[in-house]
């Protein structure tokens, strides 16, 4: 097999770029499904690292970097489910979603 | 109706002229190429050529020049001609020459994995910065589409086929329809799409995601990973199966608790206002 000029570092720095834009969603976002969205682009972020580093370190036959990458997949399912569930909630209550207006324990 | 029909016939007419002196340009340069025809009545046909397109543009995009007189339209033809004479000139003799040869060593150099790899990242990262910078939350999401798909195929790339899938039958198929889900229901998109997806200090959080990169770019290029040395690709979904039954069982077990749970979960959060307009109908 030829050996291709993709390395490590380029995956690497795939992630940090994703990891970033998700971290400035989470940030600068007020709308709430934003910043799930940027939640899930930093899950993704730590997907791509952890594959990466399974294929380019770990070394072949071993794949605890895919079944992390799986549980990872496995718990943000279970994150977006909980998170639009309480962002469905907040709606119903305060009837928006901005999150610098939504700051009230109980009304 | 009179000057609207006189209107017509000028544009008409202008527009024929156009198409007039397009069709004798390009016919003078493909007889002047085939060396049917000699370089002097090559240029006079091309400036002919020019005039006739300046004059039916006048009619178009060069409204305010005024062409009219039978001294500023050749004038002005003649200008047009040499600027093109020019460009012309440079784009055969200087510029194409380089950029074939450059392509040539460029393909040469570059294969075509890195090529398909290099489109997986503009994707994944361009599908990210539209989800972080777009104004309207619908493109947001529907850029997430484009990370999301990008990531699956940078796991293809790294030999993970069953994250590939997973990713592709989870995120696409279920997180982001999910999304796109909450924001119809939270019915923000008929309003101002401004204040639906509003920015909070956007230059400092650019400022934040450019150093966040930096420095995470250097960390992977200088940090002197334990690379193995012959990356395999293999399929590995029954490797993976047996892990997942055999290594992995208990995180596995946790992990479908933890499912069932949320699922649990996200109903009773979800149903909170029609128990409670239940019980106001009950009242």
């Not at chain 1, 070394?59 to 279970?78: E, M, N, Y």
């Not at chain 2, 240029?43 to 006739?52: D, M, R």
Request: hydrophobic residues 60%; charged residues 10%.
């Amino acid at each position: 097999m030829s050996q291709s000029s993709i390395g490590l570092p380029h995956f690497l720095i795939v992630g940090a770029a994703l990891f970033a834009l998700g971290m400035v969603t989470v940030v600068t976002r007020r709308n709430a499904v934003g910043i799930l969205m940027g939640v899930e682009l930093i899950l993704n972020a730590a997907n791509v690292n952890f594959v990466a580093f399974n294929h380019f370190v770990e070394g072949p036959g071993k794949l605890t970097g895919q079944v992390f990458s799986i549980f990872v997949i496995v718990l943000a399912a279970a994150e977006a489910a909980i998170g639009l569930a309480i962002v469905l909630a907040i709606y119903q209550t305060f009837r928006t979603i901005d999150v610098q207006e939504t700051d009230l324990l109980r009304q | 109706m009179a000057v609207a029909s006189s209107n017509l016939r000028a544009w008409l007419v202008r527009l024929a002229v156009l198409v007039a002196g397009l069709l004798v340009l390009a016919g003078a340069s493909v007889l002047h190429a085939l060396g049917k025809l000699p370089t002097a009545p090559t240029i006079a046909a091309q400036y002919f050529g020019v005039v006739g397109v300046v004059w039916g543009l006048n009619g178009f995009i060069f409204r305010n020049l005024p062409l009219s007189g039978w001294f500023s339209l050749p004038v002005f033809s003649a200008a047009v001609f040499g600027a093109l004479f020019l460009v012309g000139y440079f784009f055969q003799s200087v510029a194409g020459p380089f950029l074939i040869d450059s392509a040539g060593r460029f393909i040469g150099l570059v294969r075509l994995v890195d090529l398909i790899f290099y489109a997986f990242a503009v994707m994944t990262i361009g599908g990210a910065a539209g989800c972080a910078f777009s104004r309207n939350i619908i493109y947001s999401a529907w850029s997430l589409l484009f990370a999301f798909m990008g990531v699956a195929g940078l796991y293809v790339f790294l030999g993970a086929d069953f994250p590939a899938v997973a990713q592709v039958l989870i995120y696409v198929g279920g997180i982001l329809v999910l999304i796109l889900f909450a924001i119809m229901l939270t019915k923000q998109i008929g309003e101002d799409p401004k204040l639906t997806n509003a920015h909070l200090a956007l230059p400092v959080g650019a400022a934040l995601a450019a150093v966040t990169v930096g420095t995470l770019a250097y960390m992977a290029v200088m940090a002197p990973w334990k690379l193995t040395p012959e990356p395999s690709y293999q399929p590995m979904s029954a490797a993976l199966g047996v892990a997942f039954l055999t290594d992995f069982l208990l995180p596995f077990e946790v992990a479908s608790v933890v499912l069932l749970a949320a699922l649990v979960g996200a109903v009773i959060i979800a149903r909170k206002e029609i128990k409670e307009t239940s019980d106001t109908i009950l009242q």
